[in-house]
């Protein structure tokens, strides 16, 4: 009985700290990404909103949004029409939840945990197609199937950037993965480093994937506003379309920190040599400061993403398709096969 | 259903991935990341004010003593926005023993920035220098109708005007009124 209470209070704990996660991160991000496109075309973004450089921007636009109202298309396919908003976000949440945050702060600690996330990621495609099908909207429908292609085409060559990942960790804890970069001899000298170096090229592909995982600039056909309006949202109203709106910057922060995980080397490693795990901190500490350093790589590899998406002019959708199975999946398949006999022979 | 059977839908190959395309990338990225770490110019317009330039033509000013009610530049405005009314009056002769003097009085000069595009005709048709640009911008109203400047107004406007930079070098010997 007292197992059953304390577990289920730490499943509330950890719901809420979830939560908190999520939001405060689509928020920090949301807010990012106005000013940083801002500044890269020569703007200053919102200025007003919360006296300091328009702060509150995103607190007033999600007020707004909640204001709107909920429309419902008539012939649109009611429930799964409500339904989609919700399913993209828990989706979203659930790649959030992967994530470890420090030596002990991660909400599951799985043996196949790089699995567990690339598959809920990949969950958040039905929700699109439920929103892009029930809308009962021509340009709702092309950008639901837009999405989908997409997001099929680019899981693979995701998936293939990490398999390389995980051939040289030999494991898929992340936890694992974290240790194993942290203790990293580039080359079998001394020098310690991430496997953004000796996976260099699964770290490519692994940002351009996670860019059109996130349907962002380059890679933003399923949204496409000179062509589909707003894609699957286009019929989405108000606290609905407030839902995608948060998944996408939630997203955007679990493909970060699935990153920076995976490649910069997670909570652990800080600079050649220096890793967390060599101060023998209490585990309590250890705990901040690991989520602190994670939260800068996150920070630096969200640079990235929004560095490209201010950059790049929208690809054609037969070129994104062509990208993908063409160039992108090869050379993943060649990665995977040079690390493995890497990993055997040295 | 025929003519969609023949319809032949052919790929063309894609241009050939040249060094300069990959190239290419990164000046994008080098430009929008320059432009990122570059000063901003963005004025924050209502707690900074803009400074324009000072021959910019932000609103027309009357110099009411100038006028003599001619005409001139409300009918060769565009717009029509000039209004302008006014009378004759005798004055006292300037010798003794005179005729009377007649001079013109302005009863109402109005000008509807409503309706002004801003030409500068009337500024540039006015034969005794009655009308001027002054850079002053700030005068948007809640309503259309106060968009209605009378001449007290107008001659404010005038008071703001920029001072003459002077003649060229030069221009006195031409006979230019100093």
Known sequence: ?346 | MADESETKITFRRGAPVKPEKIKGLFTGLALTLRTMLSKNQVVQYPHEKEVPVPRARGVIGLNEDNCTACMLCARECPDWCIYIEGHKEKRPPRREGGKPRTVQILNRFDIDYGLCMYCGICVEVCPFDALHWSPEYEYSELKVANLLHDKERLGHWETTKPAQPGYEKGSEMKGAKK
């Open chain 1, 1 to 346: 009985m007292w197992d059953a209470l304390q577990a289920a209070d730490w499943l509330a704990v950890k719901l809420i700290a979830l939560s908190f996660i999520v939001l405060t991160s689509a928020y920090v991000l949301g807010f990012g990404f106005l000013k940083i496109l801002a500044h890269m075309q020569h703007r200053v973004g919102p200025m007003e909103a919360g006296r300091y450089h328009g702060v509150a921007q995103l607190m007033a636009d999600a007020l707004k949004f909640m204001q709107k109202e909920d429309i419902v298309p008539a012939k649109a396919d009611r429930w799964v029409f409500l339904l989609a908003p919700g399913l993209v976000l828990g989706a979203t949440i659930l790649v959030t939840m992967t994530i470890p945050f420090g030596p002990a702060w991660d909400f599951v600690n799985l043996d196949v945990q790089v699995f567990v996330a690339l598959a809920v990621s990949s969950l958040g495609t039905v929700g699109v197609l439920m929103a892009g099908w029930s809308s009962a909207n021509k340009y709702s429908l092309m950008g639901g199937f837009r999405a989908v292609g997409q997001l099929l085409a680019y899981e693979l060559p995701l998936v293939l950037s990490v398999v390389g990942v995980v051939i040289m960790a030999g494991s898929m804890n992340l936890h694992d993965i974290v240790m194993a970069q942290s203790g990293f001899g580039l080359f079998g000298t001394g020098i310690t480093i991430p496997y953004f170096v000796p996976q260099a090229v699964a770290f490519g592909m692994f940002l351009i994937a996670a860019q059109a995982e996130m349907s962002q600039a380059p890679f933003d056909m399923p949204f496409a506003e000179s062509e589909l309006v707003a894609g699957y949202a286009t019929e989405y109203s108000g606290f609905r379309y407030l839902f995608f709106f948060l998944s996408e910057f939630a997203s955007n922060f679990a493909m970060a920190a699935l990153g920076s995980v995976l490649f910069l080397g997670g909570y652990s490693y800080v600079l050649p040599g220096v890793a967390l795990a060599d101060f023998n901190l209490p585990t309590f500490w250890e705990n901040f400061i690991g989520a602190g350093i994670l939260l800068g790589k996150i920070g630096l590899l969200y640079f990235l993403f929004m560095w490209a998406r201010s950059t790049y002019p929208r690809l054609r959708e037969d070129q994104l398709q062509k990208f993908a199975w063409k160039y992108l999946i090869p050379v993943g398949l060649v990665n995977i096969g040079v690390t493995g006999i890497l990993k055997v022979v040295a």
